[in-house]
């Protein structure tokens, strides 16, 4: 299995980029100002481990399964015969937590509880599959008042109208509440809390990555819409037609090697200022990709990531 | 272990002709247009009913409800959850348009989570617990508690882990 992942891991980079016609021009691609050398420095290696597991001080595994204790209590989850307390360090996200696991005679995990160094809740998840339950929330009114209660019950803060959406064959629902700091749009970064369809927590995460300085000026419109055209040219070429600019505005977002397959497997840690362009495709170029994302530097045009809709 | 069919391109439910359509995914032959499109029904039709173990569809649509895929590799399109047991089979997709970075994210989760005490089912939890665009979503269907282990297991199966 890991062979395998190792070969699809390193080779996505490339089909990513494979994926658009480069024109033989090259793009220039960019650090963005304020990323620390920190930044790069033990990540995610495809074919590596995503975490790193090691046991924690007596005082702070009871610290922890106090903090589950309340979490389980509030949410209705089963008591534990087992629990596990483990510091993890992801390497993909760049991020630390400690994590309990709680599992039951047989040894089956029922449910993780995850908590960020300020003691909060960062992730949770109840284990199994479960079609069935109480009355099922019924409609999407329902699944946001239940979610929303049950995210401050928890202390996590969700703030603004979430995006509520119900999963495939009536699973449930999912709500996020995305992060937003000074108007601008934090991708990625926010509150999720996936429910039963008897509105019952299934799963909840929340990101709060940091955020490099903002760069003392930022690029108007109109100049980041012209540095994504050219970009745009440059990418596709003679099938620049097809690519149309779809939206355009700032945006916090992680740097990535979208483009550049020599980057780092894993986006940065430290999310940065850009102007984030989507352009949608059309005619024959769209029988394979429907859409990219440009990530341009907010204060230098620069690209230094984005993404791909096949 | 090893999945037995991953496939990371564009997927969508396509016109398969008149007005009949089915889902499927385009051919990833180094071209950025004109790519043959690979049916459900035209896999359905060469596999004849062969079972596989692990089916990852790394694209757009194709972990839709509707999506036909699963059949297409004789997995049944149920949720097998602690308890029950559909056949050492899991079949893993994304809903509506699903970007590069959100799939690699959550296949790098899921990939890792998989090992001692962790099944598919819970790789797919954890793979979850991640930093995502606002509309991600993915879909599984077959045995959760399926050590993702490649080959036949006994029919009928309900403590394998």
């Known amino acids: 299995m890991r062979a395998q992942m190792n070969s699809l891991a390193r080779h996505r980079g490339a089909r990513m980029a494979a994926a658009i016609a480069v024109a033989g021009t090259a793009i220039a691609f960019g650090v963005p100002g304020g990323t620390s050398p920190g930044d790069a420095a033990d990540r995610f290696v495809a074919g590596g481990p995503v975490t790193e597991r090691s046991p924690v001080a007596a005082d702070r595994a009871a610290s922890a399964l106090a903090l589950a204790a309340t979490v389980r209590s509030r949410l209705g989850l089963a008591e534990p015969t087992i629990s596990r307390v483990e510091r993890v360090v992801d390497r993909f996200d760049g991020t630390a937590y400690d994590e309990v696991t709680a599992s039951d005679r047989a040894g089956r995990t029922l449910h993780l509880e995850r908590f960020d160094a300020r003691d909060r809740l960062i992730g949770a998840v109840e284990f199994g599959w479960q079609a069935t339950g109480g009355t099922r929330l019924t409609n999407a009114a329902a699944a946001q008042t239940r979610g929303t209660r049950l995210a401050a019950d928890l202390g996590l803060d969700p703030s603004g109208t979430p995006d509520v959406r119900q999963g495939p064959d009536d699973t449930g629902w999912t709500l996020t509440w995305a992060r937003v700091v000074d108007g601008v749009a934090v991708m990625g970064d926010g509150v999720r809390v996936d429910l039963w369809p008897d509105g019952r ?46 939206t355009l505005g700032l945006g916090w977002v992680a740097p990535n090697n979208a483009f550049d397959p020599t980057g780092p497997d894993a986006p940065g840690a430290t999310l940065h200022l850009a102007w984030v362009v989507e352009a949608r495709t059309s005619g024959e170029l769209a029988d394979g990709l429907r859409a990219v994302k440009l990530f341009l530097d907010a204060g230098t045009g620069t690209l230094f990531g984005g993404d791909v809709l096949r | 272990m090893a999945p037995d069919n991953y496939v990371h391109s564009h997927g969508y439910n396509y016109l398969y002709s008149g007005t009949t359509r089915d889902y499927g995914f385009k051919e990833d032959a180094g071209l950025c247009s004109g790519a043959r499109t690979v049916f459900a029904r035209d896999i359905s039709a060469v596999r004849r009913g062969r079972t596989s173990n692990l089916v990852i569809m790394s694209t757009c649509y194709l972990g839709e409800s509707g999506t036909t895929m699963p059949g297409a590799f004789a997995i049944a399109k149920t949720k097998a959850g602690w308890g029950a047991w559909a056949g050492p089979s899991f079949y893993l997709g ?61 029919s009928g199966c309900t403590k394998c882990l």
């Open chain 1, 201 to 246: 927590m299934h799963a909840i995460v929340r990101t709060e990555r940091s955020l490099a300085p903002r760069p003392s000026v930022t690029l108007d419109e109109a100049t980041a819409r012209d540095r994504a055209t050219a970009t745009l040219a440059t990418m596709f070429g003679s099938r620049s037609g097809q690519v149309r600019i779809s």
């Open chain 2, 94 to 154: 994304y809903l509506g348009e699903a970007w590069d970075s959100d799939e690699y994210a959550f296949e790098t989760r899921f990939w890792s989570a998989i090992g001692p005490g962790y099944g598919v089912g819970q790789a797919f939890d954890i793979a979850k617990l991640g930093s995502f665009n606002v509309g991600f979503g993915a879909n599984w269907y077959g045995s959760y508690v399926w050590t993702g282990r490649a080959g036949p297991l006994p």
